[in-house]
């Protein structure tokens, strides 16, 4: 049996964790899609492990999959939709008929509930097989109120009660913090998204103990509670100030010297959970396959930290591309023990963006949603809620 690259990083840790990160609605076209496109020589190879990963079948049947989650996020949602109109132009005009009155906002938040749960039944076999460990599905609250607190918890809410199989994706604001200790308190099982930076990752661990102190007290059930902590890599790097700071200091950033220092960021946050042996999860995202300095090809975002017991959740793109280079990659189930460079580190740290991220005491919890990567990204996930929201309108209003 030829094994996945996902499953070969998997194999270095019994308790690494790969999701998908896409609604598992698109899975069946996306697998036809991409062995359409393989070599002749591999493609009966690549359906078998495509559907070691993913099965609508196997999962009816025995309550297992490949991947033992699945991440969604408003451009992923968007992806989804565009890629069944007709489905969801029929459910949308199906919510306003029902729901006479209904403004174009509540509209579009009825339908993104309804993908919510279409997506969390689709996969709640393998969470009542695994008694909750796996088969849990992320919806995320509305990333145009990344500061608004009483609406992310008044969505957060609503989000939950779609499954006993999902979980809440909340960002890394000071505002999202307070509501994931909330949502931790009453057993609601959590993901932190648009989070970078060390300072982040530790407020998250903090919210999350407070919750579940909380919890404890009040005797609520955590029996099938779950945390997990997002780190963002490539957009941590790339959409922080790093490199315009380099620049007005006359410091020259390789690629590979930016992941020394998302390595480096993740691998503080990674070993300070275990250090206190927090209940979190560390799940990383947004990783790219690409040519190191010396041209060989890596996918350093996996690649150095084979061995560790984290989530990786890979979008559609990243594991076809993870596919085309299987032959090239490798992993040491050691890598994560591995240090960072400690020359890049050095050169890093002249940056005050990098210090930010890296430091424990980078930044104070209402400086969150100022970050470079922070801001970046919920802009264009508000991008991506806006496009959503007028595709209703487009519907609704014929």
């Given at each position: 049996?030829?094994?996945?690259?996902?499953?070969?990083?998997?194999?270095?840790?019994?308790?690494?964790?790969?999701?998908?990160?896409?609604?598992?609605?698109?899975?069946?076209?996306?697998?036809?899609?991409?062995?359409?496109?393989?070599?002749?020589?591999?493609?009966?190879?690549?359906?078998?492990?495509?559907?070691?990963?993913?099965?609508?079948?196997?999962?009816?049947?025995?309550?297992?999959?490949?991947?033992?989650?699945?991440?969604?996020?408003?451009?992923?949602?968007?992806?989804?939709?565009?890629?069944?109109?007709?489905?969801?132009?029929?459910?949308?005009?199906?919510?306003?008929?029902?729901?006479?009155?209904?403004?174009?906002?509540?509209?579009?938040?009825?339908?993104?509930?309804?993908?919510?749960?279409?997506?969390?039944?689709?996969?709640?076999?393998?969470?009542?097989?695994?008694?909750?460990?796996?088969?849990?599905?992320?919806?995320?609250?509305?990333?145009?109120?990344?500061?608004?607190?009483?609406?992310?918890?008044?969505?957060?809410?609503?989000?939950?009660?779609?499954?006993?199989?999902?979980?809440?994706?909340?960002?890394?604001?000071?505002?999202?913090?307070?509501?994931?200790?909330?949502?931790?308190?009453?057993g609601i099982s959590t993901n932190n998204t648009t989070s970078f930076t060390v300072a982040q990752y530790s407020r998250c661990m903090a919210a999350v103990t407070a919750g579940l102190q909380r919890a404890r007290a009040a005797g609520v059930d955590l029996s099938k509670f779950r945390s997990v902590i997002t780190h963002m890599s490539s957009r941590l790097g790339q959409l922080s100030d790093w490199q315009r700071e380099a620049?007005?200091?006359?410091?020259?950033?390789?690629?590979?010297?930016?992941?020394?220092?998302?390595?480096?960021?993740?691998?503080?946050?990674?070993?300070?959970?275990?250090?206190?042996?927090?209940?979190?999860?560390?799940?990383?995202?947004?990783?790219?396959?690409?040519?190191?300095?010396?041209?060989?090809?890596?996918?350093?975002?996996?690649?150095?930290?084979?061995?560790?017991?984290?989530?990786?959740?890979?979008?559609?793109?990243?594991?076809?591309?993870?596919?085309?280079?299987?032959?090239?990659?490798?992993?040491?189930?050691?890598?994560?023990?591995?240090?960072?460079?400690?020359?890049?580190?050095?050169?890093?740290?002249?940056?005050?963006?990098?210090?930010?991220?890296?430091?424990?005491?980078?930044?104070?919890?209402?400086?969150?949603?100022?970050?470079?990567?922070?801001?970046?990204?919920?802009?264009?996930?508000?991008?991506?809620?806006?496009?959503?929201?007028?595709?209703?309108?487009?519907?609704?209003?014929?």
């Amino acid at each position: 049996m030829s094994k996945h690259v996902l499953e070969k990083l998997a194999e270095t840790n019994p308790e690494a964790e790969i999701w998908w990160d896409s609604s598992p609605l698109i899975y069946p076209s996306w697998k036809e899609e991409t062995l359409a496109k393989a070599p002749d020589a591999k493609r009966a190879q690549w359906a078998e492990q495509l559907t070691r990963l993913y099965d609508a079948g196997t999962i009816h049947e025995t309550g297992t999959m490949g991947f033992r989650g699945v991440t969604t996020n408003p451009p992923l949602s968007l992806q989804a939709i565009q890629l069944a109109p007709e489905l969801w132009r029929a459910e949308i005009k199906k919510i306003a008929r029902e729901n006479p009155g209904m403004d174009v906002e509540g509209v579009y938040w009825t339908m993104y509930l309804d993908l919510v749960k279409k997506g969390a039944s689709a996969i709640h076999r393998v969470y009542e097989t695994s008694g909750g460990k796996y088969g849990m599905l992320s919806g995320q609250v509305d990333p145009r109120f990344v500061t608004d607190g009483e609406k992310m918890l008044e969505q957060g809410l609503s989000i939950a009660a779609q499954g006993e199989n999902v979980m809440v994706k909340l960002p890394g604001s000071k505002e999202g913090y307070e509501v994931l200790e909330e949502l931790t308190a009453r057993g609601i099982s959590t993901n932190n998204t648009t989070s970078f930076t060390v300072a982040q990752y530790s407020r998250c661990m903090a919210a999350v103990t407070a919750g579940l102190q909380r919890a404890r007290a009040a005797g609520v059930d955590l029996s099938k509670f779950r945390s997990v902590i997002t780190h963002m890599s490539s957009r941590l790097g790339q959409l922080s100030d790093w490199q315009r700071e380099a620049k007005a200091r006359g410091i020259e950033l390789s690629l590979m010297e930016i992941r020394d220092g998302e390595e480096a960021v993740l691998k503080r946050a990674y070993w300070y959970g275990k250090s206190i042996n927090h209940p979190s999860k560390m799940l990383q995202c947004s990783m790219r396959v690409e040519k190191d300095d010396n041209g060989k090809t890596v996918s350093r975002h996996i690649q150095d930290f084979a061995g560790s017991d984290m989530v990786y959740t890979c979008p559609p793109g990243y594991i076809a591309g993870l596919m085309d280079v299987e032959d090239e990659l490798d992993f040491d189930p050691k890598a994560i023990e591995r240090e960072p460079n400690p020359k890049s580190i050095e050169k890093l740290m002249k940056l005050p963006s990098f210090r930010q991220a890296y430091e424990f005491e980078g930044m104070k919890p209402e400086e969150f949603s100022r970050y470079g990567s922070f801001q970046a990204t919920a802009t264009e996930f508000a991008l991506a809620t806006r496009q959503t929201v007028d595709f209703v309108r487009m519907v609704v209003e014929g």
